[in-house]
């Protein structure tokens, strides 16, 4: 059985299981400026973390609710 008949077969077996094939597109990590680009966003959150006083103390109200969840 060469390679396309094998991928083929593992395909429909896993069609038969309930599932499909889903294409995801991602960034290219590997093109120049991805780096920055990933800073420049990161900066954007931050900046827009410090400034929202009321998701802090949501935050802080939900933290206490965490005892016993790992448990």
Not at 10 to 24: D, F, N, S, Y
Not at 27 to 54: H, I, N, V
Request: proline fraction near 4%; include cysteine.
């Amino acid at each position: 059985m060469n390679i396309n008949e094998r991928v083929k077969k593992h395909r429909q077996a896993l069609r038969m299981a309930g599932l499909r094939p889903v294409q995801i597109w991602v960034p290219d990590t590997r093109r120049p400026g991805f780096d920055e680009e990933c800073r420049r966003q990161s900066r954007l959150a931050a900046k827009a973390d410090l400034s929202d006083q009321e998701m802090d103390q949501f935050m802080d109200e939900v933290i206490q609710d965490l005892d016993g969840w790992t448990d």
